[in-house]
């Protein structure tokens, strides 16, 4: 060990930039206590685009036993994350997770750090007019949307963390910079809220439409994706206004698909520029399966200028979608993933009575033979996951 350790920094830095991917990175440190002193010194460590991950629960008998399980090793790193499994993951982006846990917490987490940052909780939402902890079942007095009046009745915790909150998506790393938002889709008709660093609540977005499906930040901007296709620019400094920078996509102007129960929109910027891709689910063929579904087939388009194209092509990129904040890679930098494909894990949720189903619709798309085949190397045969695998890039 003693020639390994005493290797000039010159060389380890030239080896360490050689390295890719992440489990090496941390197998690089492993060698010897110099290796990994040096690493964190090197210049621009940690800086290439990594590939996401799939953090999963491991053991339904532990509490606090995850894994992330690397697609191309086809191999699961365990970690302990205590509480985690009580969290509900609805969101992940910059290596960090947004977990909803107990009756109205909601954490920002980095699961290799185990590092967690409390945001305001969901009864700081615009929603929500009053909250009684002690309340059992009926924690939550909420206003009506579309009346501006309270409710008649009150709503469970579980109703409103799993039913009535969407997705979170977050525009920086909050590690690096105080300057980070968090967007929220939240409430019966799926409106936009957002938090900054020092606020003590979500604050409202007053767009011109409610009822949004995606939200992802392009270039420096808020992009939000609405139910009816349509897509807008949200700003909020110096000003708030809102911009429609582009129609409906073509098929949701068409008549309602027969062989599809519902179709979910994500958007992802890629090497292409900005993708709009349409997940097709239908219920279940399976009989075994009651009250679930399955994903059955994706369209994609491509934004040029103000409107959508239809493209069946995507290169030699990559796209991983779910409850995650949507991204590309390209399988040029990994070798190993497929090109011209499509991973996806379950974001759609049969809920029936105070049980959900979830976490079981994952997959590989492939745009060349428009099939779908399983992610390679990973097994799930159950119909409940929870909280359900999510794609997170693993970032110290």
Not at 41 to 68: I, K, V, Y
């Amino acid at each position: 060990m003693g020639q390994w350790q005493n290797l000039p920094k010159d060389l380890l830095n030239i080896i360490q930039e050689l390295v890719v991917s992440y489990a090496d990175k941390l197998r690089f440190t492993s060698v010897c206590k110099s290796w990994k002193s040096a690493l964190p010194r090197m210049p621009n460590p940690f800086r290439q685009l990594q590939l996401p991950w799939l953090l999963l629960p491991c053991n339904e008998t532990s509490q606090s036993t995850f894994g992330l399980f690397n697609i191309l090793e086809k191999k699961t790193y365990y970690l302990d994350l205590p509480k985690a499994k009580q969290m509900w993951f609805k969101g992940s982006s910059h290596g960090w997770v947004v977990g909803l846990e107990g009756h109205d917490e909601i954490y920002l987490m980095n699961p290799l750090t185990r590092a967690r940052i409390q945001l305001p909780s969901r009864s700081k939402f615009p929603d929500i007019a009053e909250y009684c902890a002690s309340d059992r079942d009926n924690e939550y007095a909420m206003f009506n949307y579309r009346s501006g009046q309270r409710f008649d009745t009150n709503f469970s915790s579980y109703k409103v963390l799993n039913h009535l909150t969407d997705k979170f998506f977050l525009s920086s790393n909050p590690i690096l910079s105080d300057d980070y938002m968090v967007v929220a889709i939240y409430g019966e008709s799926s409106r936009l809220a957002y938090f900054k660093h020092g606020d003590d609540r979500w604050n409202f977005l007053p767009t011109k439409v409610a009822c949004f499906s995606d939200v992802t930040f392009y270039k420096g901007k808020i992009l939000a994706l609405c139910n009816n296709g349509l897509l807008q620019i949200v700003d909020i400094y110096p000003h708030f206004r809102t911009q429609d920078i582009a129609p409906p996509y073509p098929e949701v102007r068409q008549p309602p698909y027969r062989k599809f129960s519902c179709s979910e929109p994500y958007l992802v910027e890629s090497s292409g520029g900005l993708l709009l891709v349409e997940r097709q689910v239908k219920a279940s063929s399976d009989p075994k399966r009651i009250y679930s579904y399955e994903t059955v087939n994706f369209n994609i388009f491509k934004l040029d200028g103000s409107k959508w194209c239809r493209i069946t092509d995507i290169g030699d990129d990559v796209l991983f979608i779910g409850f995650n904040t949507s991204m590309s890679r390209s399988s040029l930098e990994f070798p190993g993933l497929k090109k011209n494909s499509l991973y996806f894990t379950d974001n759609l949720f049969c809920y029936h009575y105070e049980e959900i189903q979830g976490g079981f619709d994952i997959g590989v798309f492939d745009l060349n033979s428009n099939s779908i085949e399983p992610l390679p190397g990973y097994n799930c045969n159950s119909y409940l996951v929870s909280p359900p695998p999510i794609w997170v890039i693993p970032a110290p």
